[in-house]
T-cell receptor, first 108, second 115 residues
Framework: QKEVEQNSGPLSVPEGAIASLNCTYS??????FFWYRQYSGKSPELIMS??SNGDKEDGRFTAQLNKASQYVSLLIRDSQPSDSATYLC????????WGAGTKLIIKP | DGGITQSPKYLFRKEGQNVTLSCEQN?????MYWYRQDPGQGLRLIYY???????QKGDIAEGYSVSREKKESFPLTVTSAQKNPTAFYLC??????????????FGEGSWLTVV
């Protein structure tokens, strides 16, 4: 059974600090990795995709992928209250497997 | 604007009733998907379609049915055989459903409640 694991949280981070979200996956052949943000009662929206080992930066967001250790992480710099949401990790080889999400709370 | 439109946003179903959720996309995507999300849970795949007139069961297809007669449309019917249908239903699409890392995009979702 292929799995994607995330800490359900909530993860509480002060405004302006760095939020670090982690995701581990079981399938070594996974090729594509995605982070989605989901506000309460809304649909998920893509934040980042990453395909190769290392870091990928987009504004305040950085995705980090380590295929050898089978984890992918998302860093949010200068956290804002509007970043408070559930963050879903998704991993794909021939099908997309979703984690249950980590709830992030940014405290003003 | 290109996107995925789901309707209705809120739907109430009586016991023993079939209901159909609509999903239309104008992104010219080949692949379309239906997911179910229960409160505090991740996404579970109900059905997916990689091409018109073809679709495959996902992890929780029992009690659901779909059709893909047009590229743009992928309606989901929640049948009376689905005993616990109260959930948030998400329609999604991607350029293709193959091994490439094509991103999945979501509609706004439909809330289904059994009354």
């Amino acid at each position: 059974q292929k799995e994607v694991e995330q800490n359900s949280g909530p993860l509480s981070v002060p405004e302006g600090a760095i939020a670090s979200l982690n995701c581990t996956y079981s399938d070594r052949v996974s090729q594509s990795f995605f982070w989605y943000r989901q506000y309460s009662g809304k649909s998920p929206e893509l934040i980042m995709s990453i395909y190769s080992n290392g870091d990928k930066e987009d504004g305040r967001f950085t995705a980090q992928l380590n295929k050898a250790s089978q984890y992918v992480s998302l860093l949010i710099r200068d956290s804002q209250p509007s970043d408070s949401a559930t963050y879903l990790c998704a991993v794909k080889d021939y099908q997309l497997i979703w984690g249950a999400g980590t709830k992030l709370i940014i405290k003003p | 604007d290109g996107g995925i439109t789901q309707s209705p946003k809120y739907l109430f179903r009586k016991e023993g009733q079939n209901v159909t959720l609509s999903c239309e996309q104008n992104l010219n995507h080949d692949a379309m998907y239906w997911y179910r999300q229960d409160p505090g849970q991740g996404l579970r795949l109900i059905y997916y379609s990689q091409i018109v007139n073809d679709f495959q069961k996902g992890d929780i297809a029992e009690g659901y049915s779909v059709s893909r007669e047009k590229k743009e449309s992928f309606p989901l019917t929640v049948t009376s055989a689905q005993k616990n249908p109260t959930a948030f239903y998400l329609c999604a699409s991607s350029l293709d459903g193959g091994l490439t890392g094509n991103t999945i995009y979501f509609g706004e979702g439909s809330w289904l409640t059994v009354v």
